[in-house]
């Protein structure tokens, strides 16, 4: 059974930072791909960043520069650190992996980055 649980969100004020976790079970981070979406309120949830089975990431243009994705094989982690963090990037952030076809998601946390 798949399993991702999302910590780190918050209240920050612009220009700050924050480290998002996904901490997974049932399958393992260092040899999937593993995506970080987000979702703020009346849009549709979009892609932020990614990173391949290979370890290679990718990023959404909004967040280039910005975000960094990365994972821990002995923790089981996959991380999200958020720097220079803008208003639009309040949402909340969910954890994504595809497993046989089926997505799986976490519970999601909230990022409110005021002005």
């Known amino acids: 059974q798949v399993q991702l649980v999302e910590s780190g969100g918050g209240l920050v004020q612009a220009g700050g930072s924050l480290r998002l976790s996904c901490a997974a079970s049932?399958?393992?981070?260092?040899?999937?791909?593993m995506g970080w979406y987000r979702q703020a309120p009346g849009k549709q949830r979009e892609l932020v960043a990614g990173?391949?089975?290979?370890?290679?990431?990718n990023y959404a243009d909004s967040v280039k520069g910005r975000f960094t994705i990365s994972r821990d094989g002995a923790k089981n982690t996959v991380y999200l650190q958020m720097n220079n963090l803008k208003p639009d990037d309040t949402a909340v952030y969910y954890c994504?992996?595809?497993?046989?076809?089926?997505?799986?998601w976490g519970q999601g946390t909230q990022v409110t980055v005021s002005s």
């Open positions: 990173i391949t089975s290979g370890g290679r990431p």
């Open positions: 994504n992996t595809v497993l046989r076809e089926y997505n799986y």
């Open positions: 049932g399958i393992i981070v260092s040899i999937k791909a």
